[in-house]
């Protein structure tokens, strides 16, 4: 999700996720699999989120993940993620908006 604060972090983050879709395309029919982590916003150090409400319990995040990691998928999604992960197409910018402007509200 492009957060219109750490502009250089969400670039980065889009471009590792460009990558992966890469590196897994061209790896299709070898043993190697390419999985993602694509987490939401999780409560840590970053940005000073470790308190806050509005972002994910890192031990949550954890438990989620290793139990998403033990099933088929190459995408690790904890259900906080879908809903970002799954905004493509015509009101993807209208949900990046809604999504900086409450973001950048007063906590």
Do not use: C
């Amino acid at each position: 999700m492009p957060l219109a604060l750490t502009a250089v972090y969400s670039s980065t983050k889009a471009a590792l996720h460009s990558y992966v879709l890469s590196q897994r395309y061209k790896l299709i029919g070898t043993s190697v699999s390419v999985l993602e982590i694509a987490p939401p916003w999780v409560q840590t150090e970053l940005m000073n989120s470790s308190e806050n409400p509005n972002a994910m319990p890192l031990r949550e995040f954890i438990d989620e993940t290793v139990k998403v990691l033990g099933t088929n998928v190459e995408e690790i999604l904890v259900e906080r993620a879908k809903p970002m992960r799954n905004n493509v197409g015509p009101n993807e910018g209208a949900f990046v908006t809604q999504f900086n402007d409450f973001i950048q509200q007063p906590q």
